[in-house]
């Protein structure tokens, strides 16, 4: 008999499914540690660092970085096979342990791997293991100082060396498993109720060590394991709740929302990715519900990866006709399934049996149209007509209608059928052509039909969770400048200056103290490149420009590439102008990122600055090549997409995300610029060279009637050369800083994009527990909802607007409990908004203090104070002026530079 179904049976003896009236009363674990189990390869840090404690498999796992986890601590799993309990503690530990131990581990999880569960040992004798096993753990504690150690099972070591236990390990206590067959169990419940009390008098005699219950599910039944993960911590257990493979992101107390996006795109072999119409026009409305996105070309094979723990859905916009449709309909089949919700743009891309039918409730509607027949619309939710209104003809007929478990959302008659175009079901949704987009062919533009955000959250249920913000901080709009290297040596068309880059030193560089991101291009200005006998010149020129204190600096590559997938080795050398002609230069990905920055920090920038940001030249399509070659040059990257909008005809589909995933990190990970340049607005400089004042229009449309992107100014030197594009520029900038906006640096910018990325998203017995990185600080409630200050942790603030209510975060984690924005509060002073980073925020009662760095005029708004609250900035009162609704401002100096002192600020009010 195996030892896998000797475990099955004896657990049936002892173990229940339903609580009865003995076992123990439901109470809080409370200050115990949420602990995590994964086993798999490729672990999902990003949504396991929601938990204080992880236990990873080192064998497939690496230790994750300190700082880019902080708050997490990770535990190596270390198997104890029956034959190692034939050598002693101290070989085994030095065998096993140590090596860990050099690589930085500093937790470990004792697993006895023997098969047979030592939770009968309740019952028993101490045996030859549990002898062993505590030598073990004296051992650890003697050699190897500061470790932390967890125990599975033997109740016997456990009691006898609870001191030295950070965590005791119990399994299946409700659900047991049997690994051999697959299959889960009917337990026992008079038994479970004694295993129960057993457990409870051991927590009353330590009750400072966790007692962690790690139960078995279905690995796609979600709700199943929330039930179960609700049960044991109904017991007084830590629970967590995982697929027998424990390769899953598990459900404990604590709850961690998916924050992926898989969008399927149907491509041409060698497109790049974002060409597809789903790349242009989802990202968008993913970013603004807080996903990250995966791209596939279904065309090149789909993933297998696709779990609920890890992707909150599947978007489908197929441009094209797939390849293999039975592959394909058994993919999608095989997701609905493993009930991951998937919404469908345009097309299935397959055709619709009577099983395919069945499967996803929708009945097929067979048939002809009788001669003369029309199409007419007989309904249509709200949702539909967001940015044009549908008009349907007979050709674009689908011949579907829904089953009872769906909701129409756009349904038409043709003859005597009736078809829904458009609808929701508990699988997802689909909104088929011409219900999904538009196009308008004499604005030679797409426009939504079905309003993405609505139907999104709709066919996805996506939860109405805190979304990671990357467009403010701190409520206000964030803003920065880019200047692509472009034309530097050109020379000004108006009297006073030479060169267009002199014109912009002084009339913007200088004249706006704002934090700006300048880039050159090497083969423009340097000595090896294009124009040799200038280069003292403009070198001379661009040092000026890097030595002011509010200039970051950047890159705009060596011979500015005009197409950087032509230049990618994959598709080889093209026999077309891939970049300026600088005699005796051959193209080399190298020299143009690492050797451009090399080129500027030795020659260029002046002491204690180097290059922070290569930004993107020409098409802006860098290949995964170039951008892990950036990554690896310890730069941040920009440029690319097209966000472009200008009234009156301005379009959603007019607006990119903030970046596209080339490959599965950062290091593949191109962040875009947020607005489009004055090549733009200047139809590429042939007039009206004021065009860049149109931006205005963009900045316009994307803050109203949603935020949904920052304000980035971004231009080339050629807008120096001309009067007229220098006036619109200062234009721009004298409108923009008139707006509520919070001046950043790009790569400030750039990293809250990748930390949002990144950030954790989990729910905790009503509280929501959020994980950011080292820039992020800012996230977006629903409408009608406001941070409870008072049971909130790591909240400073937040502002109500229109769209939602901005919360701002005084540090990298935050625990937010939510009232409704009309509810009574205690009215804690608070950061309404500000202009500034806040760090180091502190409360006690109604007097709360903070350090605050601003770049440009930084103030702070505070709600819930009045005239009789004492206000200091470093220590000095101050008085501070109205800031409107109620509110009191408090300025103070700015922090210039990419690093700047803070002010300390306190404000005093009574009880």
Known sequence: MSLAWRWGLWVCLWAGSILGENVIAAEEAGGFPNVAFYRGTDAPLDLLQA????????????????????????????????????????????????????????????????????????????????????????????????????????????????????????????????????WFLTVDQGRLNETLSQLHRWREKHPDVPLIDLELAQKYDRPGQQALAQK?????????????????????????????????????PGTAIEEGTGSKILSLPMDYLGYDIRYVNVNEGLPEDIT?????????????????????????????????????????????????????????????????????????APMIGFEHAPQVEIQDAVGLAIGPSGQSLAQIQVGDKVMDMAATLPWGGYALAPFSLEYVGELNRDYWVIDPLKFLR??????????????????????????????????????????????????IFKKYPIPMTVSVVEGEIGPTGKYPALSPTLESIARKIFALPNIEIGSHTYSHPLDWILADPRYGQQKKQLSMQIPGYTFDLKRE???????????????????????????????????????????YNINGGDTLPVKPDGSWTDISGAGIAKGKGDQD??????????????????????????VLETYEITEFPLRIKPVDIYFHFYSGTKLASLKALQNVYEVTLKQPVFPVYTSDFIQKVLDARHASVAMQEGQWRIRTGRSLREFRLPVGEVPDLARSHGVIGYLSVPGGTYVHLGDDQAHVSLLPVDHPTDRLPYVSAATAYITHFERQGRTIRFDARGYYQPYVLLSHVDSSCRFTVDGEEVRPTEGGKGRLKVSFPPSMGEQGSGHGIEVHCHD
């Open 669 to 694: 990970y191109q962040i875009y610029a947020a607005e489009m340049n004055e090549n733009i607005y200047t139809n590429d400089w042939t007039r009206p060279f004021y065009g860049m004042v149109r």
């Open 232 to 268: 044991s911590a109904q017991a007084g257990l830590v629970p967590y709740v995982t697929s027998p493979d424990e390769n899953s992101v598990g459900i404990g107390k604590l709850n961690v929302m998916p924050r992926k996006i898989l969008v399927v795109q149907s491509l041409d």
């Open 593 to 635: 990122v690492e050797g451009s920055i090399d080129y500027i920090n030795g020659r260029l920038a002046p002491p204690g600055k180097k290059v922070r940001v290569l930004q993107w030249s020409g098409a802006a399509n860098p290949t995964a090549a170039a951008l892990e070659e950036a990554w690896k040059a310890g730069v």
């Open 51 to 182: 938990f204080d404690e992880v236990i990873i498999d080192p064998a497939t796992s690496a230790l994750p970085s300190p700082e880019r986890y902080p708050h997490t601590r990770w535990a190596a799993r270390l198997e104890i096979m029956q034959k190692d309990y034939q050598s002693t503690p101290a070989a085994w530990l030095e065998k096993t342990l140590t090596p860990l131990w050099e690589k930085g581990f500093r937790d470990f999880y004792l697993a006895d791997e023997t098969g047979l569960p030592s939770m009968e040992q309740f019952y028993t004798t101490v045996s030859a293991e549990d002898r062993w096993l505590s030598l073990a753990l004296t051992e650890i504690h003697e050699k190897f100082k500061g470790a932390r150690t967890f125990l599975r099972n033997h109740p016997q070591v456990a009691e006898a060396n609870s001191n030295l236990l950070t965590g005791w390990v119990v399994e299946s206590i409700f659900q047991p498993y049997d690994a051999l067959q697959g």
């Open 458 to 507: 709709q066919a996805l249920s996506l939860p109405a969770m805190p979304v990671p913000d990357t467009t403010s901080q701190n409520g206000r709009r964030l803003f920065f400048v880019q200047v692509d290297g472009d034309g530097f040596p050109s020379r000004a068309e108006f009297p006073g200056y030479d060169y267009g880059a002199e014109a912009l030193y002084d009339q």
């Open 308 to 380: 609920p723990d890890r992707y909150a859905g599947v978007a489908v916009f197929l441009d094209k006709d797939v390849t293999d449709q039975d592959r394909w309909r058994l993919w999608f089949l095989q997701e609905v399934h493993r009930h991951v919700p998937i919404a469908v743009f345009d097309r299935f891309g397959f055709d619709i049996d009577f099983e395919t039918a069945q499967a996803l409730d929708l009945k097929v509607l067979s048939g002809g149209y009788l001669p003369g027949a029309t199409a007419r619309i007989l309904h249509t």
